[in-house]
Protein backbone atom coordinates (compact mmCIF):
# COMPACT_ATOMS: atom_id res chain seq x y z
CA UNK A 1 0.00 0.00 0.00
CA UNK A 2 1.69 3.09 -1.11
CA UNK A 3 0.89 6.40 1.07
CA UNK A 4 1.16 9.62 -0.23
CA UNK A 5 0.53 12.26 1.75
CA UNK A 6 -0.80 15.58 0.44
CA UNK A 7 -0.72 19.45 1.99
CA UNK A 8 -4.35 19.98 1.49
CA UNK A 9 -7.74 18.95 -1.04
CA UNK A 10 -6.36 20.76 -4.11
CA UNK A 11 -3.15 18.53 -4.17
CA UNK A 12 -4.41 15.58 -3.45
CA UNK A 13 -6.76 15.98 -6.74
CA UNK A 14 -3.80 17.05 -8.67
CA UNK A 15 -1.87 13.73 -7.85
CA UNK A 16 -4.80 11.54 -8.20
CA UNK A 17 -5.98 13.34 -11.49
CA UNK A 18 -2.15 12.98 -12.83
CA UNK A 19 -2.62 9.14 -12.17
CA UNK A 20 -5.79 8.60 -13.83
CA UNK A 21 -4.30 10.75 -16.82
CA UNK A 22 -1.76 8.90 -16.82
CA UNK A 23 -3.21 5.10 -16.93
CA UNK A 24 -5.62 6.71 -19.92
CA UNK A 25 -2.63 7.94 -21.80
CA UNK A 26 -0.66 4.78 -21.21
CA UNK A 27 -4.06 2.61 -22.62
CA UNK A 28 -6.78 4.38 -24.30
CA UNK A 29 -9.32 2.30 -23.84
CA UNK A 30 -8.88 2.05 -20.23
CA UNK A 31 -11.46 0.49 -18.07
CA UNK A 32 -12.03 3.07 -15.15
CA UNK A 33 -13.81 2.55 -11.79
CA UNK A 34 -15.41 5.64 -10.50
CA UNK A 35 -16.69 7.21 -7.36
CA UNK A 36 -18.97 9.43 -6.28
CA UNK A 37 -18.93 12.05 -3.67
CA UNK A 38 -16.75 15.16 -2.39
CA UNK A 39 -14.01 13.33 -2.43
CA UNK A 40 -13.07 12.74 -6.16
CA UNK A 41 -14.72 16.16 -7.60
CA UNK A 42 -11.43 17.77 -7.50
CA UNK A 43 -10.08 15.12 -9.03
CA UNK A 44 -12.41 15.22 -11.77
CA UNK A 45 -11.83 19.24 -12.32
CA UNK A 46 -8.39 18.44 -12.60
CA UNK A 47 -9.15 15.37 -15.61
CA UNK A 48 -11.38 18.00 -17.36
CA UNK A 49 -8.72 21.18 -17.40
CA UNK A 50 -6.22 18.29 -18.94
CA UNK A 51 -8.46 17.00 -21.41
CA UNK A 52 -9.62 20.78 -22.29
CA UNK A 53 -5.76 22.00 -22.40
CA UNK A 54 -3.87 18.78 -23.50
CA UNK A 55 -6.48 16.90 -25.41
CA UNK A 56 -6.31 13.68 -23.13
CA UNK A 57 -9.45 11.67 -24.66
CA UNK A 58 -11.64 9.50 -23.21
CA UNK A 59 -13.67 8.55 -26.51
CA UNK A 60 -12.49 4.83 -25.86
CA UNK A 61 -12.62 4.46 -22.35
CA UNK A 62 -15.24 2.65 -20.60
CA UNK A 63 -16.57 3.13 -16.65
CA UNK A 64 -18.10 1.54 -14.08
CA UNK A 65 -19.15 3.36 -11.05
CA UNK A 66 -19.45 1.93 -7.58
CA UNK A 67 -22.90 2.72 -6.41
CA UNK A 68 -26.31 4.32 -6.79
CA UNK A 69 -29.25 5.20 -5.02
CA UNK A 70 -32.06 2.88 -4.86
CA UNK A 71 -34.95 5.19 -5.53
CA UNK A 72 -33.42 8.01 -7.47
CA UNK A 73 -33.78 7.86 -11.51
CA UNK A 74 -30.66 8.95 -13.16
CA UNK A 75 -31.92 12.67 -14.29
CA UNK A 76 -32.59 13.32 -10.50
CA UNK A 77 -30.02 16.17 -9.07
CA UNK A 78 -28.83 14.15 -6.37
CA UNK A 79 -28.97 10.38 -8.50
CA UNK A 80 -24.77 9.17 -9.03
CA UNK A 81 -25.56 8.72 -12.43
CA UNK A 82 -26.48 12.98 -12.27
CA UNK A 83 -23.40 13.42 -10.42
CA UNK A 84 -21.67 11.84 -12.97
CA UNK A 85 -22.69 13.71 -15.54
CA UNK A 86 -22.01 16.93 -14.20
CA UNK A 87 -18.96 16.44 -12.60
CA UNK A 88 -17.18 14.76 -15.83
CA UNK A 89 -19.30 13.42 -18.14
CA UNK A 90 -20.65 15.83 -19.74
CA UNK A 91 -17.08 17.99 -19.51
CA UNK A 92 -14.81 15.64 -21.63
CA UNK A 93 -14.84 13.56 -24.98
CA UNK A 94 -16.28 10.23 -23.58
CA UNK A 95 -18.87 8.25 -25.08
CA UNK A 96 -22.36 8.05 -22.65
CA UNK A 97 -23.41 4.41 -23.93
CA UNK A 98 -19.59 3.55 -22.61
CA UNK A 99 -20.42 4.17 -18.98
CA UNK A 100 -22.16 2.25 -16.08
CA UNK A 101 -24.11 2.61 -13.52
CA UNK A 102 -26.00 0.19 -11.33
CA UNK A 103 -29.63 1.87 -11.72
CA UNK A 104 -31.49 3.23 -8.41
CA UNK A 105 -34.87 2.67 -10.17
CA UNK A 106 -34.94 -1.15 -11.56
CA UNK A 107 -37.83 -3.45 -10.91
CA UNK A 108 -36.04 -6.00 -9.25
CA UNK A 109 -32.66 -4.81 -7.11
CA UNK A 110 -31.68 -8.52 -7.28
CA UNK A 111 -31.77 -8.61 -10.60
CA UNK A 112 -30.35 -5.36 -11.34
CA UNK A 113 -27.39 -6.58 -8.79
CA UNK A 114 -27.06 -9.56 -11.15
CA UNK A 115 -26.96 -7.68 -14.60
CA UNK A 116 -24.24 -5.62 -12.52
CA UNK A 117 -21.99 -8.42 -11.45
CA UNK A 118 -22.17 -9.99 -15.31
CA UNK A 119 -21.01 -7.03 -16.28
CA UNK A 120 -18.57 -6.30 -14.31
CA UNK A 121 -17.19 -10.09 -15.16
CA UNK A 122 -16.45 -8.58 -18.56
CA UNK A 123 -15.02 -5.21 -17.86
CA UNK A 124 -12.33 -5.70 -15.06
CA UNK A 125 -11.40 -1.74 -13.62
CA UNK A 126 -7.67 -1.08 -14.70
CA UNK A 127 -7.58 1.40 -11.88
CA UNK A 128 -10.55 1.71 -9.58
CA UNK A 129 -11.44 5.28 -7.55
CA UNK A 130 -12.38 5.34 -4.12
CA UNK A 131 -13.12 7.42 -1.55
CA UNK A 132 -13.52 6.55 2.22
CA UNK A 133 -16.56 6.73 4.56
CA UNK A 134 -15.47 8.25 7.95
CA UNK A 135 -17.10 4.77 9.28
CA UNK A 136 -15.07 2.58 6.43
CA UNK A 137 -16.84 2.21 3.99
CA UNK A 138 -15.70 1.72 0.48
CA UNK A 139 -18.14 2.02 -2.11
CA UNK A 140 -21.26 1.60 0.40
CA UNK A 141 -19.75 -1.65 1.93
CA UNK A 142 -20.84 -0.69 5.39
CA UNK A 143 -18.74 -2.13 8.30
CA UNK A 144 -19.52 -6.10 8.80
CA UNK A 145 -19.82 -6.39 4.78
CA UNK A 146 -18.28 -9.86 3.93
CA UNK A 147 -15.08 -9.70 1.95
CA UNK A 148 -16.52 -11.56 -0.81
CA UNK A 149 -19.59 -9.42 -1.30
CA UNK A 150 -20.64 -8.92 -4.93
CA UNK A 151 -23.04 -6.24 -5.66
CA UNK A 152 -25.83 -5.72 -3.50
CA UNK A 153 -28.95 -4.20 -2.00
CA UNK A 154 -27.38 -2.20 0.89
CA UNK A 155 -28.94 -0.89 3.91
CA UNK A 156 -27.37 2.92 4.29
CA UNK A 157 -25.94 3.12 8.05
CA UNK A 158 -27.53 6.05 10.24
CA UNK A 159 -23.46 7.81 10.43
CA UNK A 160 -23.60 7.11 6.66
CA UNK A 161 -27.10 8.79 5.89
CA UNK A 162 -25.95 11.61 8.46
CA UNK A 163 -22.54 12.33 6.55
CA UNK A 164 -24.68 12.05 2.88
CA UNK A 165 -27.50 14.64 4.52
CA UNK A 166 -25.79 17.69 3.79
CA UNK A 167 -25.93 17.25 -0.37
CA UNK A 168 -29.71 17.46 0.28
CA UNK A 169 -32.20 19.92 1.37
CA UNK A 170 -33.20 17.88 4.21
CA UNK A 171 -31.87 14.37 6.42
CA UNK A 172 -35.29 13.00 5.21
CA UNK A 173 -34.98 13.29 1.55
CA UNK A 174 -31.52 11.06 1.57
CA UNK A 175 -32.35 7.92 0.59
CA UNK A 176 -32.12 4.87 3.14
CA UNK A 177 -30.99 2.24 0.27
CA UNK A 178 -28.66 1.70 -2.15
CA UNK A 179 -27.14 -0.49 -5.12
CA UNK A 180 -23.42 -0.87 -4.15
CA UNK A 181 -20.22 -3.05 -5.65
CA UNK A 182 -19.14 -5.50 -3.22
CA UNK A 183 -15.84 -5.86 -2.04
CA UNK A 184 -14.95 -8.75 -4.14
CA UNK A 185 -15.85 -6.41 -7.08
CA UNK A 186 -13.45 -3.59 -5.72
CA UNK A 187 -10.66 -6.13 -5.11
CA UNK A 188 -10.87 -7.41 -8.68
CA UNK A 189 -9.14 -4.14 -9.99
CA UNK A 190 -5.96 -3.84 -11.27
CA UNK A 191 -5.24 -1.24 -9.24
CA UNK A 192 -6.68 0.30 -6.76
CA UNK A 193 -6.37 4.86 -6.30
CA UNK A 194 -8.02 6.18 -3.05
CA UNK A 195 -8.44 10.33 -2.38
CA UNK A 196 -9.29 11.31 1.12
CA UNK A 197 -9.03 14.13 2.59
CA UNK A 198 -10.14 16.02 6.37
CA UNK A 199 -9.96 15.49 10.13
CA UNK A 200 -13.08 13.50 10.02
CA UNK A 201 -11.31 10.50 8.09
CA UNK A 202 -8.37 10.02 9.67
CA UNK A 203 -9.32 7.53 12.13
CA UNK A 204 -10.48 5.32 9.24
CA UNK A 205 -7.16 6.19 7.16
CA UNK A 206 -5.17 5.05 10.40
CA UNK A 207 -7.40 2.07 11.17
CA UNK A 208 -6.94 1.39 6.90
CA UNK A 209 -3.83 1.34 6.98
CA UNK A 210 -1.98 0.14 10.29
CA UNK A 211 -5.14 -1.63 11.36
CA UNK A 212 -6.36 -4.97 11.71
CA UNK A 213 -7.43 -6.75 8.29
CA UNK A 214 -11.22 -6.82 9.43
CA UNK A 215 -14.91 -6.46 8.09
CA UNK A 216 -15.65 -4.27 11.11
CA UNK A 217 -13.41 -1.63 8.69
CA UNK A 218 -13.83 -2.41 4.93
CA UNK A 219 -11.05 -0.05 4.00
CA UNK A 220 -8.82 -2.15 5.57
CA UNK A 221 -9.13 -5.36 3.11
CA UNK A 222 -7.34 -3.02 0.47
CA UNK A 223 -4.19 -4.21 2.64
CA UNK A 224 -4.88 -7.11 0.87
CA UNK A 225 -4.42 -5.91 -2.45
CA UNK A 226 -1.28 -5.60 -4.36
CA UNK A 227 -1.61 -2.34 -6.45
CA UNK A 228 -3.29 0.65 -4.28
CA UNK A 229 -2.35 4.30 -3.63
CA UNK A 230 -3.64 6.02 -1.07
CA UNK A 231 -3.34 10.18 -1.64
CA UNK A 232 -4.45 11.55 1.56
CA UNK A 233 -3.94 15.44 2.76
CA UNK A 234 -2.10 15.99 5.97
CA UNK A 235 -5.43 16.13 7.79
CA UNK A 236 -6.60 12.69 6.73
CA UNK A 237 -3.38 11.47 7.87
CA UNK A 238 -2.87 13.11 11.26
CA UNK A 239 -3.26 10.11 13.01
CA UNK A 240 -0.90 7.66 10.88
C1 LIG B 1 -19.25 7.13 -3.43
C2 LIG B 1 -18.94 6.08 -2.47
C3 LIG B 1 -18.66 6.36 -1.02
C4 LIG B 1 -17.85 7.63 -0.80
C5 LIG B 1 -17.59 7.85 0.69
C6 LIG B 1 -16.87 9.15 0.95
O1 LIG B 1 -19.44 6.58 -4.73
O2 LIG B 1 -18.94 4.96 -2.85
O3 LIG B 1 -17.95 5.26 -0.48
O4 LIG B 1 -16.63 7.54 -1.48
O5 LIG B 1 -18.82 7.87 1.36
O6 LIG B 1 -17.70 10.20 0.60
P1 LIG B 1 -17.17 11.71 0.53
O7 LIG B 1 -16.12 11.74 -0.52
O8 LIG B 1 -18.37 12.52 0.14
O9 LIG B 1 -16.65 12.02 1.89
Known sequence: MKVIITENYEEMSRVAADIIINKVKAD???????????????????????????????????????????????????????????????????????????????????AECDRYNALLDTMKQDIQLLGLGSNGHIGFNEPGTPFGSVTHLVDLTENTIKDNSRLFDN??????????????????????????????????????VKGEVTPDLPASVLQLHPDVTIVCDKAAASKL
Do not use: W
Not at 192 to 198: C, D, P, R
Open 28 to 110: PTAVLGLATGSSPIGTYDNMVKDHLENGTSYKNVKTVNLDEYVTLAPEHDQSYAYFMRKNLFDRVDIDLANTNLPSGIAECAQ
Open 171 to 208: IDDVPRQALSMGIKNIMQAKSILMVVSGANKADAVYGM
